[in-house]
């Protein structure tokens, strides 16, 4: 085999490599792991009460600390599991937040049917963040139960302010569902 055109070849790729990685940086999004489980409500339960059994109820925690200073937005997690950093850039007038870099693995619940990816933007909000950590660690405590699916969970959260730090905490609770097989 000729390597001439080979060799011809490879300034080629590397430039097509590097084209492809500086559009690919304009869209990257956090390091993420999603979790997902089904919701139950009273009325889609059409089951006798020997058809299902309720484990328990449970209940998780989250806290986020979003730190907002004039040129970046720092969002932790208060265990330092994550820390998610965008910049704040100005373009004709308008202040928009741009992905600079992400420590760690951002942790993300969604139930039912949520459609888990329905921004076009790659900010997630950190009141976002900490509501979508507390369902991962429920879902997945439901899952160390053996659960089929969550009851009616609440989600409740708080937020706080100290100079220039907005700290959100979130508990997600929910009876545990597990369908009884015949």
């Known amino acids: 085999m000729d390597k001439k055109p080979i060799s011809r070849l490879l300034p080629l790729a590397i430039m097509l490599c590097f ?11 956090p390091t993420t792991a999603i979790s997902n489980m089904p ?3 009273i009325q889609d339960m059409n089951l006798d009460r020997n058809d299902y059994t309720i484990l328990k109820s449970i209940s998780a925690t989250a806290t986020v600390n979003s730190d907002n200073k004039r040129s970046k937005r720092t969002i932790t997690e208060e265990n ?12 004709d007038g308008e202040r928009y937040l741009e992905y600079e870099e992400c420590e760690g693995i951002i942790r993300l619940g ?7 990816y329905n921004s076009e933007s790659n900010y ?3 009141e976002e963040i900490v509501r979508r950590l507390a369902l991962y ?4 405590l439901a899952k160390e139960y053996g659960a089929d699916a969550l009851f009616e ?9 100290k100079e220039k730090t907005l700290t959100y905490k ?3 609770s929910a009876k545990l569902i597990k369908i009884t097989n015949d």
């Open 110 to 116: 969604y139930i039912g049917s949520t459609n888990i």
């Open 80 to 91: 330092n599991e994550f820390k998610l950093i965008y910049d704040i850039v100005k373009h």
């Open 19 to 29: 084209g492809v990685a500086a559009k690919a940086q304009s869209s990257l999004i």
């Open 170 to 172: 979130t508990e997600a």
């Open 39 to 41: 919701v139950i409500t």
């Open 153 to 161: 969970p609440t989600i409740t959260t708080t937020a706080t302010s």
């Open 137 to 140: 660690r429920l879902i997945n």
């Open 124 to 126: 997630i909000p950190a």
